[in-house]
């Protein structure tokens, strides 16, 4: 990563810490730094230091499960370091562990002052993002507790209480003030000639909200004992492919990254339920979108994972109108939120819908896992939510006043509500901005299987003949509508979406990749649309640029006008395959597979779309989230689409 931050994730709670295992403390810029626990920085700084002095680096953090540093004090040539540092560093469920183990290279007794400078400023992490906007927190504050074996820091607002306590075994000597707000534990240590004293640091989170503490292992190896048993089970019983080690290198890389990433959920009736979040560090969290792709990725190798998140969207699905949410009847959530900011109301994200695909692509999964599962128990259980998506899909989406779903640019929230949601991400070759409504044409694709989806369920599952009749029809009309309204002859290629007054918006977008894994396309279409990804215009070597790159719209590190996205690669492939444009699909895979080995078998949510002709290695997008869980399961979507080959 660019600016030097590294991860440590499991569920809601994530860690980012420089080289040397350090916290800066520093608010804004691309990278949140801090121990995060749903959505709130409770620890927003931790410093080290050795004698009065910031050690320096001498083995940096390298990105894995547990973080661990070497570190020795400034010197020459000359001056051989007095003694060694060794900084092991882990997260679990709401719990920071790190051992500090410093190491005498003198062969006489010595003693050294050991100090970590902590503190906890619980900011929402929407405030760090950098957008430049404030928020009011009017009689909100802080404290600190001093303890037997640490120091407590507090945060009140209202009914918001959050905690974050440092503790240390053995415990400091003193807690100092700083000035700052943060608070000093010091420690003077004798060391034996090479003799060696550990510190044992355990910060502990509870967030508003918490019911329990957390539990807090001894160390960091026993947290990594914890996660590496997790990510076994995960992993158990999944066939990788033999033939193709590259590509089970990245389907077990995966399934670990996926295993770190489960949030706690609810389901209709209460139940708990563990869902993929979206991603470290900006969205670790329940996304609609996000779950339900990964799902689909992994069904047929982890369908747990679909058992779980479809219960949760139907515990959240809109049975109102909510003007600030863009919440609907029937429409399944786009985000969830726990924090200080989403609590008050001052962003809308508690429970924000402000997504034009997640509630097809609920159906789609809903059709998909009954299937492969055969578990018509979940069709049964969630018939009025699937019934009522269908409502929203016809009536607020637009599907029978438009003839399309339909979105709007929500002023408080996304201007746009497909996949590609960032400001400007649907434009014209040109890049000028559509006006009005947009009609984005994957969520056409999706809204396309969703319907014939369900009236399988409605025909096979709950009897209902004349409901499936009717949405097999709606299905058939809006393939004939699309082909007639978004097919651009000229250019033998789907328009990226329509505008407000039916004219399209007519940059060539990888989007059309969806409409072949969705099936709308007649196969003529399909084929042409298949080809023309892997002319050299989309496909970059690392994958299918999300714009071609000669029009004008295009940037190789626009965030969606250039960049390459894996989950839009994996969608890609398995339409390619559903085309039988088998050849094409196995160069998509062996470009995603050849970029996930480059990054240690990890895909990241984005690559710049700079072409492997010039450039030989991936190029990193600077705001990248290092865990993904779409890219996570990429790789299990190419072994689906491809096989081992």
Known sequence: MTDRHHLLVHGTTFAAVGDGGDISGVRGGGFPAGLFVRDARHLSRWQLTVDGAVPE???????????????????????????????????????????????????????????????????????????????AKTGALRSRRILDDGVEFGYRRGEWHSRTTVTADPPPDGVEETGTGARRLVWTL???????????????????????????????????????????????????????????????????????????????DGEDLR??????????????????????????YRPGLAAATLPALAATQATEVGTRSVAQPGKIVHEVRHGELAHFGQVPYGRYYGSVDAT???????????????????ARRLEAHARAAIGWML???????????????????????????????????????????????GAQGY????????AHLARTVWGDEVYAALLEQAAGDLRDRFQRDFWMGDRSFPALALDGEGRQVDALASDAGHLLWSGLLDKEYGELVGRRLLEPDFFSGWGVRTLAADQAAYHPMSY???????????????????????DEARAVAHALVDAATATGHRLPEVLAGYGRDTHPEPVPYPHACVRESRSAATPLALLTAVGGA
Request: glycine share 10%.
């Open 57 to 135: 680096t001498l083995t940096p953090v390298a990105d894995s499960d547990a973080a661990r540093c070497v570190l020795v004090p400034r010197g020459g040539r000359q001056e051989p370091p007095a003694y060694t540092v060794f900084r092991e560093q882990a997260v679990i469920d709401s719990v920071f562990v790190e051992s500090v183990r410093v190491t005498s290279n003198r062969p006489v007794p010595t003693t050294v002052r050991i100090a970590v400078t902590a503190d906890a400023d619980f900011t929402d992490q929407f405030e760090l993002r950098s957008d430049h906007r404030t928020y």
């Open 190 to 268: 004798g060391l034996e000639p090479h003799g060696s004293a550990e510190l044992a640091l355990r910060v502990a989170a509870r967030p508003h909200g918490a019911v329990q503490d957390p539990t807090i292992p001894p160390s960091p190896a026993a947290a990594g004992e914890r996660l590496l048993a997790m990510e076994g089970e995960f992993m158990e019983g999944v066939a990788f492919p033999t033939g193709w080690p590259e590509l089970a290198a990245a389907c077990a890389r995966g399934l670990s990254d996926l295993a770190a990433l489960q949030v706690p959920a609810a389901g209709p």
């Open 360 to 378: 097809p692509l609920f159906l789609v999964l809903l059709g998909a896992y009954v299937e492969h599962t055969g578990d018509v128990a979940m």
């Open 395 to 441: 009536d607020h989406g637009g599907l029978t006043s438009r003839g399309y779903l339909v979105y709007r640019a929500d002023q408080g929230g996304l201007a746009n509500q497909n996949w590609k949601d960032s400001p400007g991400a649907i434009c014209s070759a040109d890049g000028s901005r559509p006006t009005g409504p947009v009609m984005a044409a």
């Open 275 to 300: 869902v993929p979040a979206a991603g470290a560090p900006w969205f670790l969290t329940l996304l609609g979108r996000d779950a339900l792709l990964t799902s689909l990725f992994a069904l047929p």
């Open 447 to 454: 809204a396309y299987d969703a319907l014939r989806r369900t």
């Open 560 to 582: 969606h006008r250039g960049s390459v996205w894996p989950h839009d690669n994996a969608l890609i492939t398995l339409g390619l395959a559903r085309y039988g444009l088998h």
